[in-house]
């Protein structure tokens, strides 16, 4: 009796999925378009700018007014922007002091960014391997109060700090120097720092430490030797967002730097010449501030992500 | 762990005493330093540094001996002090004490092309800051561009739930998603602002052109250069929000949803009873931490438009930077940057209460 009545049952549901089915197919067809088609055109709104800038470095000026699109087709393809900085292929040879002016910013850049971040991922992993694990209570303040006093960091806009240090890097002889740029770059990346390692240590068992600690080593000793190993994916991340960061810094280099410590944004925004923008050049001077961190992106987005997504979700 | 208690108390009474000496030495020498410095400063004393580098030195020598003495008095307790002691005085330095002299510098009239040099001048650029139209106007373009940030959410989380669809080819999108966060604000005010939106040759105006808008100049309507910057900046950053609101879909119970279209709920009403409750917590994450990076806009505007027409897209930060920039005032610039810290700060408390206490009524 039942299995009569299931079977029947059973048929009815297939009649009626196979006419779902259908029905759902090209519900199913619409909607992957629609998916695949939102995927292709903001992947569009991404690429095009770069794709602009990269372009714009190889066309010459009356390329460049006519607002042509596509190499080969629109345009005939010319070195004329990247011979402007002295790195075509026909004058990378000569000596170029326009080259070595855009060499001594670029590594201006690397340099800076490089040290800033590193000086922030030591000291902020110390700080959030710190407040992770032991107990302080300095005057009135504990933990959460010094991880609060570092997180709001976070909302001090640059222009506070701007104009006072102009003042006292002028007293102490560190206006136009990579130190001095080192300096407010660590600061403005160590909140961010501290917030991705605090979460990375807080998910480290600390039984690992207290089989190290019984084990005779000291608390320096067991986060050398145990923890760091174990938290380097999330360092790198914390690592590489401070470095794109500081990288595409241009408010603080803009105004504490003039010749010296000059870094690659502020080469960028200065490129207004008498006879208005060589569009070429500018594009090739682009290319340059945005491809090494394409690259970084492109390899390393695993840990960008990481990075990012930290502390997002509890 | 051990107790704090233990952790003191095998410590020499004469370890103690050597760690306390040190401090008090490294204290006396940066004191003496300082006032050394100050008395030839003043001329009172003929001898002294050109800079004030030497008490930058100083001050980093008795940095260190503040640290090993921690070491030295307190054992065990002292090298756990040790982690954070570093970041603390850091960011002490480095912010606590420019910020202090900054208010000093607020109340001083203070332009570095003229000869005057520094003069206390009282409430003097407080009167004029609340007589200033343009820093007015710029906080109300700040508002503008803070509650377009609701705008970049809806976008940053539909691109989201596209990325966590069931589609090929994840790893790429996400790669080219990403992208915009990593480019140099400064190279894409020149060549998308400057170049690509530009009025004669540029594809985007050409695109306008094309679609039926005769005169796409991005930068010369104050509403129309507003939104032009407000679409470059959340271009940048609707990555930023993407990502973490990628993170919260991903950590979501996949059961969950399941469930309810098991239950017969379309996409549609999925989203609303379940997804978009579960996300809110991520959500309020995203868009707290994308107001404060809103608050600090600047490159942009300081590139493609220096603030106009007009002053209509001025943020704040772009209209101090030309206050110092352009007219060398120091002391009212600083004025205008230290009130516009006041400002923030009391909006953030109060977007952190009121969105703590929603949170709380919703749970």
Redesign the interface.
């Known amino acids: 009796m039942s299995s009569t009545t299931s079977a029947i049952e059973a048929a009815a549901a297939a009649e009626r999925s196979a006419a779902r089915y259908d029905q759902s197919r090209a519900a199913r067809i619409i909607s992957r378009t629609a998916?695949?088609g939102?995927?292709l055109l903001?992947?569009f709104?991404?690429?095009?700018?770069?794709y602009?800038?990269l372009t714009?470095s190889f066309k010459t000026a009356k390329d460049?007014?006519?607002?042509a699109?596509i190499p080969f087709v629109d345009f005939e393809p010319s070195w004329i922007g990247w011979k402007s900085l002295g790195l075509s292929p026909d004058t990378i040879f000569e000596t170029s002091t326009v080259r070595e002016e855009f060499l001594a910013r670029f590594i201006n850049s690397v340099v800076t960014s490089l040290s800033a971040s590193m000086l922030a991922i030591v000291?902020?992993s110390?700080?959030a391997?710190?407040?992770s694990r032991?107990?302080?209570k300095w005057g009135p303040f504990r933990n959460k109060d010094?991880s609060f006093?570092?997180l709001s960091?976070?909302?001090?806009?640059?222009?506070?700090?701007?104009?006072?240090?102009?003042?006292?890097y002028k007293?102490?002889?560190?206006l136009d120097s990579s130190i001095g740029l080192i300096?407010?770059y660590?600061?403005m990346v160590?909140p961010i720092v501290?917030w991705i390692m605090r979460d990375q240590f807080k998910s480290i068992p600390?039984e690992l430490e207290?089989a190290a600690?019984v084990d005779g080593l000291?608390?320096?000793g067991a986060?050398l030797r145990i923890v760091v190993p174990i938290s380097l994916p999330g360092m790198v991340a914390a690592f590489i967002l401070s470095l794109?960061l500081c990288?595409?810094e241009?408010?603080f280099a803009?105004?504490l730097t003039s010749t010296d410590a000059k870094t690659?944004?502020?080469m960028?925004?200065s490129?207004t010449g008498s006879q208005g923008?060589n569009?070429w050049s500018?594009?090739a001077?682009?290319s340059a501030?945005?491809v090494p961190?394409?690259i970084?992106?492109?390899l390393l987005?695993r840990y960008?992500?990481k990075g990012?997504?930290t502390?997002?979700?509890? | 762990m051990q107790t704090s208690a233990a952790l003191i108390g095998d410590i020499p009474a004469s370890r103690k005493a050597l760690g306390r000496g040190l401090i008090i030495a490294a204290s006396l020498g940066l004191a003496a330093v300082l006032v050394w410095q100050i008395l030839f400063v003043s001329g009172n004393v003929e001898e002294g540094f050109d800079t004030w580098r030497p008490v930058l030195y100083a001050y980093l020598a008795w940095a260190v001996v503040l640290g090993v003495s921690q070491v030295i008095i307190r054992g065990e307790a002292g090298q756990r002090a040790l982690f954070v002691l570093p970041a603390v005085l850091f960011t002490i330095s480095m912010v606590i004490f420019p910020t202090a002299f900054g208010i000093y510098i607020a109340f001083t009239d203070w332009n570095l092309s003229s000869f005057e040099g520094r003069q206390f001048n009282g409430l003097d650029n407080l009167r004029a800051l609340f007589e200033d139209s343009y820093y007015w106007n710029s906080l109300g373009n700040m508002a503008f561009y803070v509650a377009m940030v609701l705008v970049e959410y809806a976008i940053a989380f539909g691109l989201a739930l596209l990325l966590n669809a069931e589609i090929r080819a994840r790893r790429f999108f996400r790669v080219v998603f990403l992208l915009p966060f990593m480019l140099s604000p400064v190279a894409i005010s020149w060549m998308v602002g400057k170049s690509l939106m530009e009025y004669r040759f540029g594809p985007a105006a050409n695109l306008a052109r094309f679609l039926g808008w005769e005169k796409p100049a991005f930068f010369t309507e104050p509403w129309i250069a507003k939104i032009s910057i407000e679409v470059m900046d959340a271009w940048m950053y609707i990555p930023f929000m993407m990502i973490l609101l990628l993170a919260g879909l991903q950590a979501m119970p996949r059961d969950v949803s399941e469930a309810a279209r098991v239950d017969g709920a379309n996409g549609w009403q999925t989203f609303w009873k379940i997804t978009f409750p579960l996300m809110l917590p991520v959500s309020v994450t995203a868009i707290v931490l994308r107001i404060i990076f809103k608050l600090k806009l600047a490159d942009i505007i300081i590139n493609v438009t220096a603030g106009g027409p007009g002053g209509a897209t001025d943020s704040v930060t772009s209209f101090i930077y030309r206050e110092y920039r352009d007219r060398s005032n120091v002391g009212y610039g600083t004025m205008l940057a230290e009130f516009y810290l006041v400002i923030i700060i009391i909006f953030m408390l109060t977007l952190l209460r009121f969105v703590s206490r929603w949170l709380r009524k919703l749970d």
Request: aromatic share 16%.
């Open positions: 998916i695949y939102a995927l903001w992947a709104i991404c690429l095009f700018p770069i602009w800038t714009t460049v007014q006519q607002g699109l000291i902020g110390l700080a391997y710190g407040l032991f107990e302080y010094i006093f570092f960091q976070l909302i001090l806009p640059p222009v506070v700090l701007a104009l006072p240090f102009l003042v006292l007293e102490v002889a560190m300096l407010l660590a600061l160590l501290i600390a207290e600690l000291s608390s320096w986060f794109v990288w595409n241009y408010f803009a105004l690659l944004p502020v960028v925004a490129q923008i569009w500018m594009a001077l682009s501030a945005i961190l394409c970084v992106g492109i987005e960008i992500i990012l997504s502390g997002a979700v509890k």
